[in-house]
């Protein structure tokens, strides 16, 4: 049997998707909770700060990895003198990205204009430095597909951290409420993953295979820091000219409306990116790939976003707090952005499988520089709300053309692939329609947010599906045999690249 066959490798990515998502969604309902307590113990203030830091965190990351977990998935031969090669580099890489992290802590505070930041970036610079010794074999795991161990770790220390969280924000913790905890879940993830794979480096490493590596990784690396850059700028302006308090708002919705992002696009990213690349000389195959990846995604994105546009009063007052009142236009604006990006973001490990990263790259230096100068220019002379609009506007168009670039790069059809969207468009619309003009009724003769909240997304979602079983029946029929297929199918052994892999994957 071929277990690199299209079949095949679909059968081994689904049960990726069952158990990414399956323990995912338990620790993101136990997420989910944590935040409300946090949210209702802390102040806008201690978010604010914590963003900030956490902002450093992810350029550092980016920058430390050196794209190099991205190259060892895309190569496929002598994985052992890779990893080798790779684990070596990342541990001077990180080396030197967590002491200049230490080093500039002074500066980063003085440029906030924010003191206690000095030693949050301290101790948070520790937890990147911990984490790097996993960098390699959580790579190993994902290049098998093997997401059920990294689902069940991933859980467990989120569930851990978020626990420990919560203690230290009852127990007047503030900030550090959202830092030790960090620190904590880097060693149990570290020494998890290390007793996973069972791996452990040898000095058997190849200087041309270390050249090969940076050669990719280098598109990944600075295609990653210029997305960051587009991302994360607002915190960055808003931080330093309006101050941690508006952070704190801005912050918090930001978090809020991309959680489809987050929770439902980045995790299936991790298990298509090994997919594309097994599929990446099968043209068909690997078109289908990319639809039914698309078409996932948005079955969930879509009627979010439409519900929580209409919904997002009741969603954050009635849930976080009236504190956070004043989050809720910047929640709704950016949702509407977060649809288009979850979409967008497909674009990444599809060229990064194809051996292309350096197409993301020249589109984000051109993407860049628009999106921050905007945000700086709205940030000075305008409010937190105008700059929620000018991301959401700015981030759809930015959106809409990559994904067109790689379908326009891989010669497909931009009318195919964008036409596959459809039944869950055309859903979430009526949906939306619905719920518009059900929701002022609603509010004639109940007043308690979270019963219309419970009731309005409970219909929708009714009308979202019943939408796709009468007008889109073939999409339908196809969704319900990968359902059953997703909840049946047994895991399939694990693909052999090579000798190498044997060994290091039995």
């Not at 409300?36 to 203030?45: F, T």
């Not at 987050?262 to 639809?291: C, G, R, V, W």
């Not at 009308?463 to 045999?481: A, M």
């Amino acid at each position: 049997m071929n277990i690199n066959s299209e079949k095949n490798i679909g059968d081994r990515t689904r049960q990726g998707i069952k158990w990414s998502f399956g323990l995912q969604i338990f620790h993101k309902i136990f997420f989910f909770f944590s935040s409300i307590v946090l949210a209702r113990l802390l102040i806008p203030d201690d978010y604010g700060l914590a963003m900030m830091a956490i902002t450093i965190d992810m350029l550092i990351w980016m920058i430390m990895a050196l794209g190099l977990n991205t190259a060892i998935i895309h190569f496929q031969d002598e994985v052992e003198k890779r990893l080798n090669a790779a684990f070596f580099l990342l541990l001077a890489s990180a080396v030197f990205f967590t002491g200049l992290q230490f080093l500039c802590a002074p500066l980063l505070a003085a440029f906030y204009k924010a003191p206690l930041l000095e030693n949050i970036i301290k101790v948070s610079s520790l937890a990147l430095f911990i984490n790097s010794f996993g960098i390699i074999h959580k790579t190993i795991l994902v290049k098998k597909l093997d997401f059920k161990r990294i689902a069940v770790l991933e859980s467990s220390v989120s569930v851990s951290k978020s626990i420990l969280s919560v203690i230290l924000a009852f127990n007047g913790f503030g900030v550090w409420s959202f830092i030790y905890p960090k620190v904590v879940g880097s060693i149990i993830n570290v020494l998890c993953l290390q007793n996973l794979t069972k791996w452990r480096p040898s000095l058997d490493i190849s200087v041309e295979h270390i050249k090969e590596m940076i050669k990719y990784g280098k598109y990944v690396v600075f295609s990653n820091i210029i997305d960051y850059s587009i991302n994360n700028s607002s915190y960055i302006i808003i931080g330093s000219i309006i101050g941690s308090f508006s952070l704190g708002i801005y912050s918090f919705a930001y978090e809020k409306s991309m959680m489809v992002v987050n929770n439902i696009t980045y995790p299936l990213m991790m298990i298509f990116l090994p997919t594309y690349s097994q599929l990446q000389h099968q043209e068909d195959s690997l078109k289908n790939a990319f639809i039914k990846t698309l078409q996932l995604i948005s079955l969930f994105t879509f009627p979010y976003v439409f519900l929580q546009v209409i919904l997002g009063p009741e969603y954050i007052i009635g849930i976080f707090g009236k504190k956070w009142e004043s989050s809720v236009f910047v929640f709704q604006i950016i949702l509407i952005y977060s649809m288009f990006r979850s979409i967008s973001q497909c674009g990444n490990p599809m060229l990064q499988a194809v051996g292309k990263p350096d197409i993301a790259l020249k589109w984000n230096l051109l993407y860049a520089p628009t999106f921050i100068l905007s945000t700086y220019i709205t940030t000075k002379y305008f409010d937190i709300y105008t700059v929620a609009l000018m991301c959401m506007l700015i981030g759809v168009i930015g959106s809409s053309f990559f994904i067109m670039i790689v379908i326009k790069f891989l010669n497909w059809s931009i009318k195919e692939v964008t036409g596959s969207l459809a039944p869950m468009f055309v859903s979430s619309l009526v949906m939306g329609i619905y719920i518009a003009l059900f929701k002022p009724i609603l509010l004639h003769f109940c007043s308690d947010k979270l019963t219309i909240l419970v009731m309005c997304a409970t219909m929708g979602l009714v009308i979202y599906f019943s939408c796709i079983y009468c007008f889109f029946r073939n999409f339908y029929t196809l969704i319900t045999e990968n359902l059953i297929k997703l909840l049946t199918k047994k895991p399939l052994p694990q693909a052999d690249s090579g000798k190498s892999n044997s060994e290091i994957f039995k």
